[in-house]
């Protein structure tokens, strides 16, 4: 590999490895003396972050004052208020809330319990987009499969007019990809279920705790198959269900649901601007979402990325130094349910050169790697930022990252350059979707790092002397 030259450090910057910071390319418009002084202010906005509570008051006046904010709700309507005006007091310019039309699903009266081999209530929640059970409920025998894939491969006939229920455990991990590889069994059981000839779905909850509540999130029907009504049991009882299995006793599920789909409602993206100097045309657009569950307060999932990017933003604003490129915060719209903001973004919003997408939502744990889906030239930029990033304990990943799930949408669909910032998530799905997902779960030095980091990353991506896309992907 060929080693690059040192860019010289000044002494002011002893928490900069040494040899660490690769020589990007870099023009007459920001040459030499612009590059070493976009690091230092670089710097100076992450030591800053470590000291800034912006976040944390954002967290708590979401999450615990405005509370639970399903998009097209009354929560979501004062979120979106809210949210502009917190924007301005940060300094940003241009809050806008753009209007997303939509159909959204509404959650109802529901309630489970195990029938045979005796009577236990169970913990339950609807899955997301959920059908309802008839009004006098439902009741059948379980067909009980280890995991989706035990599912899928069954041939018989043995989940006809049963309750499949599907025990897919979700693995513990800091990245969450024990999440990713169980949640197959929440998006795709129904369908698979049905075309079993199953009554109904019921799934172990996807998450990593033991505790007595039920993780919610969206699931999905194809038309081609019957709808059936679908939702997670809490994981303790799902426990229940593996040792009466084990013994092999049947066992019958009974319970009522209530849901209501396609009602016409309105959610907005929330966009706020720090207007750029020679590239203000061009945008660094860091997100989060504004919607949540109804269940808990959607602290983890999102208020935490809300506040960490807008107290990100809003470090530059008052930094008295302004970015080369527009950066751009931008709170998605019903990102739960649908990505209709994310979709809606990218509509209104093709033509504009982004420089970057990038998006926190993986709650609030420290954030420990830096990866980014940028051109090859560009990845020395990312080493720079990567180099910024190190005192606080951020290594550099590949540049094959995948932002959160509003920008991987944005990115996919335009081809936008992006940037992700891996949180330590492995207490994240102990809470994700439920009613512990409360602003008590966050530690606040945490968010402080994370606003750290990414006011140091939106900074030297808005003043980079090179283009960070087309991506490689
Ligand atoms: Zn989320």
Redesign the pocket.
Known sequence: MRRRACLALPAALPWLPGCAVPTPAFDGANGADGLDADLHHAAALRDAGLRDEHAWRLVRALAAGIGPRPAGSAGDARAVAWAQDALRGLGLQAVRADPVPLRVWQRGPAAARLTAPQARPLVMAALGNSVPAPPEGLEAEVAWYPDLAALMADTSDRARGRIVFIDQRTERTRDGSGYGRAVGARFAGPVEAARRGAVALAIRSIGTDRAAIAHTGATRYDIRVPRIPAFAVSVPDAEHMATLQAAGTPMRLAFTLQARSDVEAVTHNVIADLPGSDLAHEAVLIGA?LDSWDLGQGAL??AA?VGIVSAAAGLIAASGRRPRRTVRVVLFGN??NGFDGARAYGDRHANVVHQLVAES?FGAGPIYRLSARVQAEAWPQVQAMASVLAPLGVGLGVNTGTP??DAAVLMRRHRWPALQLHQDGSRYFDVHHTEHDTVDQIDPAALRQNVACWAACTWLAAQSPVAFGPPTL
Do not use: F, L, V, W
Request: charged share 55%; no cysteine; proline share 11%.
């Open positions: 979402h999932d999102d990325g990102e739960e939502d959160g799930p």
